[in-house]
């Protein structure tokens, strides 16, 4: 089986990359809360998906969840991120490798979904 743990680091960098896109800056967890609910095998392609739910201020509430190919939900997570001030944000956009094709959170025409067959929110069986 896939480690929780393995499975809450990558549900919370697609929160806050979800949180970027709404805010046009990279944002940093406040909290965040991962329910587990069924195994992920090793191996196993998994789906994972995140969104923005709201925002106020420099805070963005997100949701998101692990899928198995068959549409079973594995985890879910919520959490709350804080938006880095766009100074801040540039300098971590110049320290990361990005390619052509990825998305760049700091332009003004930035995609609010990825280019990889999207999940619209909630469409895990629960």
Not at 4 to 32: H, M, N, P, R, Y
Not at 60 to 72: F, H
Not at 74 to 102: H, I, Y
Request: hydrophobic residues 45%; aromatic residues 6%; negative net charge.
């Amino acid at each position: 089986m896939v480690h929780g743990g393995l499975l809450s680091a990558i549900l919370d960098e697609c929160l806050a990359w979800a949180c970027a896109v709404e805010k046009k800056a990279f944002c940093v967890t406040g909290e965040i809360q991962v329910r587990f609910k069924s195994p992920a095998r090793l191996g196993e392609t998994l789906q994972i998906a995140a969104w923005a739910v709201n925002s106020w201020g420099p805070y963005v509430r997100a949701e998101g969840e692990v899928l198995t190919p068959e549409g079973n939900l594995v985890a879910s997570a919520t959490g709350t991120f804080a938006s880095l001030s766009r100074e801040e944000s540039a300098a971590m956009q110049a320290a990361l490798c990005l390619r052509p094709g990825d998305i760049d959170v700091l332009a003004d025409d930035v995609a609010t979904h990825s280019h990889a067959n999207p999940l619209p929110p909630g469409t895990g069986k629960h």
